[in-house]
């Protein structure tokens, strides 16, 4: 069993940064994906940076590509999302998640489709 306990969330302005941070308590395995997955305002749940912990292989959504990083400190059991350049656009609940095996999700997937999720830590950009 696994949780996932997100923090590092708050009030940036346009162009600022922010690195999230996710507690995992339980198994890492070594065929996992995990994911940070976000909720905007009026919008579903997506993906927005995963990482496969076979490879290190890194994958990102489009909107975010170039000012977000995912890593993964395995002696630490923690996950990171350093975010740069924050847009409005990017103002959203944030949630680590993780999927056993090698299979990739759908970026849009509901959070409960994940084999575990955290409860989210809050982003918000503003002037």
């Known amino acids: 069993q696994v949780q996932l306990v997100e923090s590092g969330g708050g009030l940036v302005q346009p162009g600022g940064s922010l690195r999230l941070s996710c507690a995992v308590s339980?198994?890492?395995?070594?065929?996992?994906?995990m994911y940070w997955v976000r909720q905007g305002p009026g919008t579903g749940f997506e993906w927005v940076a995963a990482?496969?912990?076979?490879?290190?292989?890194?994958n990102y959504g489009d909107f975010v590509k170039g000012r977000f990083t995912i890593s993964l400190d395995k002696a630490k059991n923690m996950m990171y999302l350093q975010m740069n350049r924050l847009q409005s656009e990017d103002a959203a609940v944030y949630h680590c998640?993780?999927?056993?095996?090698?299979?990739?999700?759908?970026?849009?997937?509901?959070?409960?489709?994940?084999?575990?999720w955290g409860q989210g830590t809050q982003v918000t950009v503003s002037p």
């Open positions: 998640a993780l999927t056993r095996g090698p299979t990739l999700v759908r970026r849009t997937i509901p959070l409960a489709t994940y084999s575990y």
């Open positions: 339980g198994h890492i395995g070594q065929t996992d994906w």
């Open positions: 990482f496969y912990t076979k490879t290190n292989t890194t």
